[in-house]
């Protein structure tokens, strides 16, 4: 088991910034993968970014470019640094940690980018 807790949404304007953070109560090390989904009104959640446990990344075509996927094993947390925002950006953020069969996932945090 593992808790997951997001955080640095907010409002911000279009082509402006924001980072998340996702804090896990337990070392993220083993898990195969972490990664960011969101799902923004009336649309299925869907994968931004995620990270394996190598380093290696993988990005939604939307967001290549714009976005970027970190972690910090020694704080248990992973970010997703986001730039030039746009307003199709906009949706709830789930940080989801993967082992294999298993997903935990957080509450998620709300992103508005308004035109």
């Known amino acids: 088991q593992v808790q997951l807790v997001e955080s640095g949404g907010g409002l911000v304007q279009a082509g402006g910034s924001l980072r998340l953070s996702c804090a896990a109560s337990r070392s993220i090390f083993n898990f195969n993968s972490m990664g960011w989904y969101r799902q923004g009104p009336g649309k299925q959640r869907e994968l931004v970014a995620d990270i394996r446990s190598g380093g290696n990344t993988n990005y939604a075509d939307s967001v290549k470019g714009r976005f970027t996927i970190s972690r910090d094993n020694g704080k248990n947390t992973v970010y997703l640094q986001m730039n030039s925002l746009k307003p199709e950006d906009t949706a709830v953020y789930y940080c989801?940690?993967?082992?294999?069969?298993?997903?935990?996932w957080g509450q998620g945090t709300q992103v508005t980018v308004s035109s």
């Open positions: 989801n940690a993967n082992r294999i069969t298993v997903n935990y």
